[in-house]
Nanobody, 126 residues
Framework: QVQLVESGGGLVQPGGSLRLSCAAS????????IGWFRQAPGKEREYVSC????????YYADVVKGRFTMSRDNARNTMYLQMNSLNPEDTAVYYC???????????????????WGQGTQVSVSS
C-alpha cells in the first residue's frame, strides 16, 4: 500500500525559504513519477513540479522555475521540495502525489496521479 506523508510547511516571510519533505512507503522512486501540487484557498489545484523516474528528469511549472528544486534521498525514500525566494502567491497547501507503477512519465494534471499525501500548509507573509 502506497502512503505519502508531507512535512516541512510553515510560516515564512517573503524572500524566505522552506524545504518540504514527502516520505513514501510502499513504493520505490525508481518506478514512479512523483509530483508536487499546491492549492491556495479559493483556487484550483496547481501543478508545481514532477520527477520522472524513467527519464531521470525533473520538471517545473514556469511560476516556480528557478526558485524551487526537487531532490530525493533514496535511502530514506523521501522526496524534497526546496523552495527559495518565496512570495505571498506561493501560499497554499502543498501535496506530493504519485502515479500508478508503470506510469513513469510526468504529467501536469492532478487527475493522472493516484496516490496523494495529506498536504502541508505553506504561508508566506510579513
Amino acid at each position: 500500500q502506497v502512503q505519502l506523508v508531507e512535512s516541512g510547511g510553515g510560516l515564512v516571510q517573503p524572500g524566505g525559504s522552506l524545504r518540504l519533505s514527502c516520505a513514501a512507503s510502499g513504493l520505490s522512486f525508481d518506478n514512479y513519477a512523483i509530483g508536487w501540487f499546491r492549492q491556495a484557498p479559493g483556487k484550483e489545484r496547481e501543478y508545481v513540479s514532477c520527477f520522472s523516474s524513467s527519464e531521470g528528469s525533473t520538471y517545473y511549472a514556469d511560476v516556480v522555475k528557478g526558485r524551487f528544486t526537487m531532490s530525493r534521498d533514496n535511502a530514506r525514500n523521501t522526496m524534497y521540495l526546496q523552495m527559495n525566494s518565496l512570495n505571498p502567491e506561493d501560499t497554499a497547501v502543498y501535496y506530493c502525489a504519485t502515479r500508478l507503477p508503470g506510469y513513469y512519465f510526468c504529467s501536469g494534471y492532478g487527475s493522472d496521479y493516484n496516490y496523494w499525501g495529506q498536504g502541508t500548509q505553506v504561508s508566506v507573509s510579513s
